[in-house]
């Protein structure tokens, strides 16, 4: 086989392998959320065991990734193709952390199961399990367009996430009991999960726009931390 040949095959294999770990994530956070909505401590336990298999898969990847490196020396758009690669299995590993600390939200308000849930909180997860979706959707198909839209969704899970923030804030605010602040604290603790969920779906678009084009975009900046600064 000659060795161009080869390493695509090596790069289609390598690209199917990251959609199947972005599926294991998306799964991950199904269940997180399904485990959530019901106080479903048995679910949420569930959760960890599928964190297990998407570390497993972001380490070996990696190591496919640097073996790749290594013993091929890619050039220019290949190079990228590989180096795009090790950044979205980092993305997609912390993705399924925030996953597994929803879950552990789920034991938590187990000794509080009269605790609301904002509405939001589930447009929430909705929203950054569609950026998920779109952005390996885009990587599939090097599709710059597709990664942008992907991205510009996260300025609605802001929108949700301050949402919830504002609604949880007043309940701890009003609230006389210890309780059910540390409740509603835990429900903001969930929101905050996906919230970064959601960055990180838009790093993994950023990522294809590099693969693709070579030049590093910064889609969602951070205006107010610039401001600061």
């Not at 048995?42 to 959760?47: A, L």
């Not at 602040?181 to 970064?196: D, G, H, K, M, N």
């Amino acid at each position: 086989m000659h060795i161009r040949e080869r390493f695509d095959r090596e790069l289609g294999a390598l690209r199917d392998d990251i959609l199947k770990m972005a599926g294991v994530v998306e799964a991950e956070l199904n269940l997180a959320l399904a485990a959530l909505d019901a106080r479903d401590a048995e679910r949420g336990r569930e959760v960890y065991e599928i964190d297990t298999r998407v570390n497993a898969a972001r380490f070996e990847i990696e190591q496919r990734c640097v073996s790749l490196l290594v013993t091929q020396q890619p050039a220019a758009r290949d190079l990228r193709n590989v180096v795009a690669a090790m950044h979205m299995i980092t993305d997609l590993e912390r993705m399924g952390d925030q996953a597994k600390g929803i879950a552990r939200v789920v034991t938590r308000l187990q000794k509080h199961p009269t605790q609301p849930q904002p509405v939001e909180l589930k447009q929430m997860g909705q929203v950054v399990i569609h950026m998920l979706q779109q952005a390996m959707l885009a990587f599939a198909h090097e599709n710059v367009d597709l990664a942008r839209a992907a991205a510009a969704q996260d300025t609605e899970a802001d929108a949700l996430y301050a949402r919830v923030f504002s609604q949880i804030i007043w309940q701890m605010a009003e609230s006389e009991q210890t309780e059910r602040v540390q409740a509603a604290y835990e429900i903001l603790r969930a929101a905050r999960e996906l919230e970064r969920f959601g960055d990180l779906a838009s790093n993994i678009a950023e990522r294809v726009i590099y693969m693709v084009t070579g030049a590093i975009e910064e889609l969602n900046p951070d205006i107010s931390e610039a401001v600061e600064e």
